[in-house]
């Protein structure tokens, strides 16, 4: 403790810096500029996952500059380091895609690998794309040092014949394109308009998900780290982040005193709230897992189920991040959880104050149309549904903010790639009513869980069947996704889960109301098909994707690494 009554910041750098012992070590960083003053500061890291590789993350070397300057302005020493990123959209429809969900675990290893070795007194991680917030978060919780992780911002939206248009209409015009409703020119006016800069995807698509979970997790700073990427006040928000991880090192708050089961809920309701993408079911369970909480797959539909669908944004609804930041953001929306007693006011933001007291200065924007007041909800429930049955014994995770369809009974179309439905789908071989079966796409089966968004894509980009198809997957769901669209099922078929017993024409039922999904075959009759059934060999023998397959939890847990 100092003489201030504050923790003393250097605490855990001091090993490494402190004394005459450690010459080697301050020889090594002289020799790339630190003078002697700046070694014996407060050690802030600083995890940068830039990189040229997509818009998401492009500008982060411009927002670690200004973190770098508030850093060095409350009298720290910031020291940048990179991380992995993959870029969701880029892969998507690819082999490249299975490596984005493990791309999580390695973001997570490899920050918290570097702090380690490197006895950081605090940490920012700054991140723009769908894994990189995850991961960090689940670095920081590990690492429990003082910490905070900071959104590098939504992109500026797309225009196009006088509309806003994010990447989600490029890939459903993907699926008009091949259906003949446009022409090669309609689609190359799309690609063209749909992302004018730098930022990620601008729906309630996962990034923005993530990034406004983690205002309401309390691990990024409300109202600094939501700023759209293109804003001239984004380096200012940076800059005051900079400032901040200060002031967090000087009073010891640390991720353990931030992520608490309450916080984690407060989470939960915001996604729910929102319409966010189902990833953040796998997410949330994965930092839950990272802090040692309690936290089942079930206890999103329960608080999903009293939690009001309140915020208007793409994929399911009209608006796009800028417009909700515009609106009044989170610090708004919390303030209509926290007076509809939804949320714990009494949770700790890493800027110091609750969320009571952050949601106080909430200003909304006078005729704003994003986030819907309480007696105004669009819908009175959240927008993600757990399901299971005989097809998801351990759940499934559904989406229902976009669409209204809430029982559905089809045939099976069952393939075991993702690229074999999207051929069927492209060649007009998918038909009104029918569930389309994705499986062997799970976290071993693929490995890597793939997204489903070019197939969704299609699907939402045919009118015939946008609103009479289903489809149901092992694998994931890109928070563009929009339609009655069942993923994680669990237990995967890789693992001899049920969704590997169906076969095509089954029919296959989308009870949402009673929360079931099944396939109409007696018990005896799967049984009997399972007992037939070959665990399929590794799709890789060596490397990366192999350690993922032997250590890999079920989609149930958050497909965690063990």
Same mark, same amino acid.
């Given at each position: 403790?100092s003489?201030?009554?504050?923790?003393?910041?250097?605490k855990?750098?001091?090993?490494?810096?402190?004394g005459?012992?450690?010459?080697?070590?301050?020889? $090594?960083?002289?020799?790339?500029?630190? %003078?002697k003053?700046?070694?014996?500061k407060?050690?802030?890291?600083?995890?940068?996952?830039?990189?040229e590789?997509?818009?998401?993350?492009?500008h982060?070397r411009?927002?670690?500059?200004?973190?770098k300057q508030?850093?060095?302005?409350?009298?720290?020493?910031?020291?940048?380091?990179?991380?992995? %990123?993959?870029?969701?959209g880029i !892969?998507m +429809?690819?082999?490249g895609?299975?490596?984005?969900?493990?791309?999580?675990? &390695?973001?997570?290893?490899?920050?918290e690998?570097?702090a380690r070795?490197?006895?950081?007194?605090?940490l920012?991680?700054?991140a723009g794309?769908?894994?990189?917030?995850?991961?960090?978060?689940?670095?920081?919780?590990?690492?429990?040092?003082?910490?905070?992780?900071l $959104?590098? @911002?939504s992109?500026?939206?797309?225009?196009?014949?006088?509309?806003?248009?994010?990447? =989600?209409?490029?890939f459903?015009a993907? #699926?008009?394109?091949?259906?003949?409703?446009i022409?090669?020119a309609?689609l190359e006016?799309?690609e063209?308009?749909?992302?004018?800069?730098? #930022?990620a995807?601008?729906?309630?698509?996962?990034?923005?998900?993530?990034?406004?979970?983690?205002?309401?997790?309390?691990?990024s700073?409300?109202?600094?780290?939501?700023?759209?990427?293109?804003?001239?006040?984004?380096?200012?928000a940076?800059?005051?982040?900079?400032?901040l991880?200060?002031e967090?090192?000087?009073?010891?708050?640390r991720?353990?005193?931030? /992520?608490t089961p309450?916080?984690?809920?407060?989470?939960?309701? *915001? &996604?729910a709230?929102?319409?966010?993408?189902t990833?953040?079911?796998?997410?949330f369970?994965?930092?839950a897992h990272?802090?040692?909480i309690?936290?089942?797959?079930?206890?999103f539909?329960?608080? *999903?189920?009293?939690?009001?669908?309140l915020?208007?944004?793409?994929?399911?609804?009209?608006y796009?991040a800028?417009? $909700?930041?515009?609106?009044g #953001?989170s610090r708004?929306?919390a303030?209509?959880? /926290?007076?509809?007693g939804?949320?714990? +006011?009494?949770?700790i933001n890493?800027?110091?104050?609750t969320?009571n007291?952050?949601?106080?200065d909430?200003?909304?924007?006078?005729?704003?149309?994003?986030?819907?007041a309480?007696?105004d909800?669009?819908k009175? !429930?959240?927008?993600?549904v757990?399901?299971?049955g005989?097809?998801?014994?351990? #759940?499934?995770?559904?989406?229902v903010? +976009?669409?209204?369809?809430?029982?559905?009974?089809?045939?099976?179309?069952?393939f075991?790639?993702? =690229?074999?439905?999207f051929?069927?789908?492209?060649?007009?071989?998918?038909k009104?009513n029918d569930?389309?079966? /994705?499986?062997?796409?799970?976290?071993?089966? +693929?490995?890597?869980?793939?997204?489903?968004l070019?197939?969704?894509?299609?699907?939402?980009?045919?009118?015939?069947?946008?609103?009479t198809?289903?489809?149901?997957t092992? @694998?994931r769901f890109s928070g563009?996704?929009r339609?009655?669209?069942?993923?994680?099922v669990?237990?995967?078929?890789a693992?001899g889960?049920p969704?590997?017993?169906?076969?095509?024409?089954? /029919?296959?039922?989308?009870d949402i109301?009673?929360?079931?999904?099944?396939?109409?075959v007696?018990?005896?009759e799967?049984?009997?098909?399972m007992?037939?059934?070959?665990?399929p060999?590794?799709?890789?023998n060596?490397?990366?994707?192999?350690?993922?397959?032997?250590? &890999?939890?079920?989609a149930?847990?958050?497909?965690?690494t063990?």
């Open positions: 403790m003489s201030n009554g504050t923790h003393n910041p250097k855990y750098s001091i090993p490494l810096t402190e005459p012992n450690r010459a080697a070590a301050r020889s $090594y960083f002289r020799g790339i500029g630190f %003078t003053e700046d070694l014996h407060p050690i802030i890291g600083i995890a940068n996952t830039w990189t590789i997509g818009p998401c993350n492009f982060l411009q927002i670690a500059e200004a973190v508030g850093i060095r302005e409350a009298g720290g020493t910031p020291m940048e380091f990179n991380t992995i %990123t993959i870029s969701d !892969t +429809g690819t082999e895609m299975k490596a984005s969900l493990v791309s999580r675990e &390695v973001i997570a290893d490899s920050v690998l570097v070795g490197n006895l950081f007194d605090g920012v991680a700054i794309c769908d894994k990189n917030m995850p991961g960090t978060v689940m670095a920081l919780a590990r690492l429990d040092i003082p910490s905070l992780m $959104y590098g @911002g992109i500026k939206p797309g225009h196009l014949n006088g509309k806003d248009i994010t990447i =989600q209409d490029v459903e993907i #699926g008009s394109h091949a259906a003949g409703r022409d090669d309609g006016a799309v063209a308009a749909a992302c004018p800069g730098a #930022g995807c601008g729906g309630q698509f996962t990034a923005n998900t993530m990034a406004m979970a983690c205002e309401f997790l309390g691990i700073p409300i109202g600094l780290s939501g700023v759209p990427a293109f804003l001239p006040e984004k380096l200012a940076s800059r005051e982040a900079g400032r991880v200060m967090l090192a000087k009073n010891d708050l991720p353990s005193k931030i /992520i309450r916080a984690i809920e407060n989470a939960i309701a *915001s &996604v709230a929102s319409g966010g993408s990833n953040a079911v796998l997410h369970l994965a930092i990272e802090m040692g309690p936290l089942s797959i079930d206890d539909d329960r608080i *999903s189920s009293k939690t009001p669908l915020c208007d944004l793409k994929p399911g609804g009209n796009v800028a417009d $909700y930041h515009a609106a #953001g708004l929306l303030k209509r959880l /926290i007076e509809a939804l949320i714990d +006011g009494s949770a890493v800027t110091g104050k969320l007291e952050e949601s106080a909430a200003t909304e924007t006078a005729g704003q149309q994003v986030i819907h309480l007696n909800a669009i009175p !429930t959240g927008g993600l757990i399901l299971k005989n097809l998801a014994p351990e #759940g499934c995770v559904i989406k903010a +976009g669409h209204k369809r809430l029982d559905h009974r089809g045939p099976a179309r069952v075991d790639t993702e =690229q074999d439905a051929h069927a789908v492209e060649s007009s071989q998918i009104p569930v389309i079966v /994705i499986r062997y796409e799970g976290p071993k089966g +693929g490995p890597g869980m793939r997204e489903m070019q197939v969704t894509a299609a699907v939402a980009g045919i009118p015939e069947l946008s609103d198809v289903a489809l149901l092992d @694998g563009a996704t339609g009655l669209m069942a993923g994680h669990a237990p995967e078929a693992d889960g969704i590997a017993a169906v076969r095509e024409g089954d /029919i296959i039922h989308f109301p009673n929360r079931k999904l099944s396939v109409e007696a018990d005896n799967l049984a009997a098909r007992k037939t059934w070959q665990k060999a590794p799709k890789f060596r490397g990366v994707f192999r350690k993922y397959i032997n250590t &890999v939890s079920s149930s847990q958050g497909a965690v063990q």
